[in-house]
């Protein structure tokens, strides 16, 4: 609870500092290692063993360790390891650092995961709170800010079992809330007692998760860019919301710093001049949150007008006859309903309003000029790659953006082609997502058991849902299904890994619907926002105390297209903390379940199971071969069952190593380039739509947005790209838009990635708290304004919340539009007034279209604050619960 809590006997950073390393190191040896090995190490275990490898006196080694970030960077972690304790930390250095092969090196939050494992807050025990009633509650108020008490591994599985023995019988399975989509251990457990009420979130990728396949894109429009071995090639590299710098920070900025060698001009595209354009040069087209669409649709204009004055030199049209229908009117898709099309809409002739470079300025707050140099960029004779993130369409009514920026590079032809891509920058998809060089095996586990229970709630609904007790029920978050209200009575809640108190919108309301219902248990590593409001708390083990872990191949948020990394266990399980797996089995037994029919695997047989069917591709063949040679020999030292193989590389030397990387050229066997074989057939490999073509009409687009029963007002969506302005976008920061009146919210919130932390991981560690302070960022113009300096500390507010933070003014943000890091775990004091910046508490849980969270588009209102300043981040106490014996 920070240090606004009834945490007692809080450690602080400057306490925690003055202790010494040696304390750390103490407290990492107590769960890694027999108690009689303690005294041989000296208390300077820090400092003088940080090159204890050097010293052959002592006994160490080199451990590969799972970096899991939910960054998606794919960078190599090293550990050097003595008797248990990890004494030094490195990242790649198995190759030179070269195109062909570029070390994948640690960021800073990869190299604090050693605090991530072996630091003092990690919860040590099962607890429960201390005004818990077994049924009812208790004191359900109290949820975050109780007392806790510590119990045994064998009450907590009794108490969660009876709790959810008694919420199915006096309720139903429907009156269970799983955040998340039945995945996990535990849920396996619950979907064989009946199921629960689950949820779907859009997540990183919003609208873009349900409008790439149905225009044509990938899954979630992930994964069809050209090769990185062929940016090079480019005249533009258009980076459209992309932060790398921060978000993903490992082998894409190599990569990019190869094209900018090469001459390749760089064009950042968002509301503020980030780290990543700034390191690149790069050209910034300024666009508002939530109204890129208004910019597209501009661009759309201009080349539509550039293309009449000087015909055939900006507009592909032998490429959009080919590959595209719905442009215009001559090339409309056989289930057409409406007699309208893109072009004629752009240009004014359904509603007199032609979506010109003026109009949208007004709106997006682009200078005409940049809005004519984005549309001259797009002509077909230019390369252009074009790599997003999804920061514009996490905003509301983005329904149609996905099309307008597909459609402006279509309009040109850059797809398919040396240095002309249209794809995602996303986790580290370097290249491609589809084509892969490794497909990693499968753990051969029985396939979790199906969730009886259809309910299926929506993110932005979540909260309302458990408050109101109404929802309109989705399916996959892939799918836009009709319109389903339901009523719903959720009694008991259950978070694992996920941390949707933190990730989802309208914090404030989760706050009020976990102290609703009945029961709420956790698992947790360290004292998260989810553990502090939950009735039992079960410790989880860290990834560095698993058996093992393959990342990369086709793991989508874990890839790297041409790179392996295994990892190995680094110590045993700290303290009482168990994996995921031995918690549910225990659930499970206290349940009158057969545990060993559903895990009937040890955690190194599904690991050697993982290993042992990962296949690579072949460069001579094109086939998939087995990866790994794995010998007799392997199979009886390791425990497991299995049968032995030829592969690329021994078992061992991989696991040694702990990485393979595949050595690149240009134009060597694994070069790919986006919708490869769509271009060169669109017959034999057609698209996943109707026409088999990309779909700037698409009437299966406009029959489900309106159906789907998220869109009020009567606004009704049109199957081409139409704009729409956005729930509490910026025209809504306007009490009279036409008059230029604002309102009481007048400044538009968006919240990037930050380097401190990899969504709300490691937002507890002091390391990355000292590094990162996570400021409010505010344009110098408006802090002017205010009479804010850099420093201030700044009250941020809106309807739904406030809080504090301090102020870090840069002339690298649009006016009117502040940034406030995504992340923190929410701390809030006894007068409801949160000290850390948690974004969600300021997001609205409204929505439009097919339903997405809108978490970049959203108002608020800023002031200094003239109470007493902040306390530096790094320097609160750390969040360890006062425990009663």
Avoid at 18 to 34: D, K
Avoid at 605 to 629: C, H, W
Wanted: proline share 5%; net charge negative.
């Amino acid at each position: 609870m920070g240090n606004h809590g009834a945490t007692k006997n809080a450690i602080t950073r400057r306490s925690f500092v003055g202790a010494s390393a040696a304390a750390i190191a103490g407290l990492a040896m107590v769960g890694c290692q027999p108690e009689n090995k303690l005294e041989e190490v000296e208390p300077q275990a820090e400092g003088a063993m940080a090159d204890a490898e050097l010293d052959p006196t002592i006994e160490g080694k080199w451990v590969t360790a799972c970096c899991n970030n939910n960054c998606g960077g794919m960078c190599l972690n090293r550990v050097y390891v003595v008797d248990g304790v990890v004494v030094r930390q490195k990242t790649d250095d198995t190759t030179e650092d070269s195109m062909a092969a570029p070390q994948l090196r640690a960021c800073p939050r990869g190299r604090s995961k050693k605090q991530h494992t072996f630091g003092a807050d990690r919860l040590k025990y099962p607890m429960k709170r201390k005004n818990w009633e077994p049924h009812t509650g208790g004191k359900k108020e109290l949820r975050g800010i109780d007392e806790w008490v510590r119990i045994s591994w064998d009450e907590a599985s009794e108490i969660i079992a009876d709790e959810l023995k008694n919420t199915i019988d006096q309720h139903g399975n429907r009156a269970i809330l799983f955040p998340g989509q039945c995945k996990g251990n535990i849920m396996n457990v619950i979907n064989s007692i009946g199921g629960a009420t689950t949820s779907i979130t859009s997540g990183s990728m919003g609208t873009a998760v349900y409008h790439s396949t149905v225009m044509g894109m990938p899954v979630m429009g992930l994964g069809e860019e050209n090769d990185r071995t062929d940016w090079v090639n480019a005249d533009y590299i258009v980076l459209y919301g992309c932060n790398q710098a921060w978000a993903s920070p490992g082998t894409y900025m190599y990569y990019f710093n190869e094209a900018k060698k090469a001459g390749v001009q760089f064009v950042f595209v968002g509301p503020e001049y980030n780290a990543t354009a700034a390191h690149f040069n790069a050209k910034w087209i300024q666009v508002r949150p939530g109204s890129d669409l208004a910019f597209l649709l501009a661009v759309a204009y201009q080349m539509f007008v550039n293309d009449e004055q000087d015909p055939g030199s900006v507009i592909d049209w032998d490429f959009l006859a080919k590959y595209t229908v719905g442009i215009d009117g001559d090339s409309m898709p056989d289930d057409a309903k409406v007699d309208e099309n893109f072009r004629d809409y752009v240009m004014g002739a359904y509603d007199g309003q032609p979506k010109t470079p003026e109009w949208a300025s007004a709106i997006c707050g682009t200078p005409v000029e940049d809005i004519e140099f984005y549309a001259d960029m797009l002509k077909k004779d230019n390369a252009v790659t074009t790599l997003r993130s999804y920061a514009a369409f996490r905003t509301n009514d983005s329904d149609d953006t996905n099309y307008a920026w597909m459609t402006v590079s279509l309009m040109g032809g850059h797809l398919g082609k040396p240095g002309n891509s249209t794809g995602t920058a996303y986790h580290n998809c370097v290249g491609s997502c589809i084509d892969d060089i490794f497909h990693p095996g499968a753990s051969g586990a029985p396939a979790a058991p199906a969730n009886p229970v259809t309910d299926v709630v929506n993110d932005p609904e979540q909260w309302s849902a458990i408050l109101t007790g109404k929802f309109n029920c989705r399916g996959s978050v892939l799918e836009c299904p009709p319109e389903d209200r339901r009523e719903i009575d959720t009694r008991l809640i259950v978070f694992t890994e996920a941390s949707p108190m933190n990730t989802l919108l309208d914090t404030a309301s989760a706050i009020d619907a976990v102290r609703k219902v009945d029961f709420v248990f956790a698992t947790a590593r360290a004292f998260t926002t989810q553990a502090q409001y939950s009735d039992v708390v079960l410790p989880v083990i860290t990834e560095w105390e698993k058996v093992g872990d393959l990342r990369g191949g086709s793991v989508m948020t874990l890839k790297n297209r041409e790179a392996l990394i295994g990892a190995t266990q680094v110590c045993e399980p700290l303290f009482e903390a168990k994996s995921d797996k031995d918690i549910a089995r225990g659930i499970a037994e206290k349940l009158g379940l057969n545990a060993d029919e559903l895990f009937p695997l040890s955690d190194e047989q599904e690991f050697f199971n993982i290993l042992a069917g990962t296949t690579m591709k072949s460069a001579e063949t094109g086939e998939f071969v087995p990866f790994l040679t794995i010998t007799e020999d392997d199979i009886a030292s390791r425990g497991v069952e299995g049968e032995p193989q030829e592969g690329v590389i021994s078992i061992g030397e991989f696991l040694e190593k702990g990485i393979y990387k595949v050595e690149r050229k240009p134009g060597d066997a694994y070069t790919y380039y986006g919708y490869q074989a769509f271009i060169e057939d669109p017959e034999a490999n057609p698209r996943a739509t109707p026409s088999g073509k990309f779909e700037i009409y698409s009437q299966t687009k406009a029959d489900a947005l309106n159906g789907c029963g998220y869109t009020a007002d009567g606004f009704v969506w049109k199957p081409y790209p139409t704009y729409k302005a956005p729930v509490n976008g910026y025209e809504a920061s306007f009490a009279d838009f036409e008059g230029g009146v604002k309102g009481d919210y007048p400044y538009q919130i968006f919240n990037p990635h930050y380097l401190r932390r990899s969504h709300t991981q490691f937002d507890n560690l002091p390391y990355l708290r000292q590094a990162f302070s996570n400021p409010v960022f505010i344009s110098a113009v408006d802090a002017a304004e205010k009479g804010i300096e850099d420093g201030d500390t700044v009250r941020i507010y809106n309807e739904r919340s406030q809080s504090l933070r301090p102020a870090s003014v840069t002339e690298r943000l649009m006016p009117g539009v502040v940034a406030l890091p995504h992340g923190p775990w929410v701390d809030m004091d006894k007068d409801g007034v949160d000290h850390v910046g948690a974004e969600n508490l300021f997001t609205a849980p409204v929505t439009s279209g097919m339903g997405v969270a809108g978490y970049n588009t959203n108002l608020i209102n800023f002031e200094k604050y003239e109470g007493a300043s902040l306390e530096e981040d790094y320097l609160l106490a750390q969040r360890i619960p006062a425990i009663e014996e």
